[in-house]
């Protein structure tokens, strides 16, 4: 069965930073995009930054500049680098990857989520 474990959210000061880290496990033929999406209270899901299996990117407006992310193929994981905290930036990670992993008669290609990390920037 194909999971997804977020690790890295906690409390921070605004100005602190944070890394997050995603693992993929479970049979999995080959993954393809990767990112991390976000939810505030009250608000909609919403992108923050995305990866795709060649390493290319994109981010959130509100992120550029402070976010990075990245992947490591090899152990399936990616990670999202967070600098210059801001309060507004509180919401519950999520991790997302699309992925190709077994069927009965073959393969299947599907999007797969974690199950979230709090990310709190207060002082």
């Known amino acids: 069965q194909v999971q997804l474990v977020e690790s890295g959210g906690g409390l921070v000061q605004p100005g602190g930073s944070l890394r997050l880290s995603c693992a993929a496990s479970?049979?999995?033929?080959?993954?393809?995009?990767m990112g991390w999406y976000r939810q505030a209270p009250g608000k909609q899901r919403e992108l923050v930054a995305a990866?795709?299996?060649?390493?290319?990117?994109n981010y959130a407006d509100s992120v550029k500049g402070r976010f990075t992310i990245s992947r490591d193929n090899a152990k399936r994981r990616v990670y999202l680098q967070m600098n210059s905290l801001k309060p507004e930036d509180t919401a519950v990670y999520y991790c997302?990857?699309?992925?190709?992993?077994?069927?009965?008669?073959?393969?299947?290609?599907?999007?797969?989520w974690g199950q979230g990390t709090q990310v709190t920037v207060s002082s």
């Open positions: 997302n990857a699309d992925l190709v992993s077994p069927a009965p008669y073959g393969s299947r290609q599907g999007d797969y």
């Open positions: 479970g049979i999995i033929f080959s993954i393809n995009a």
């Open positions: 990866i795709t299996s060649g390493s290319s990117t």
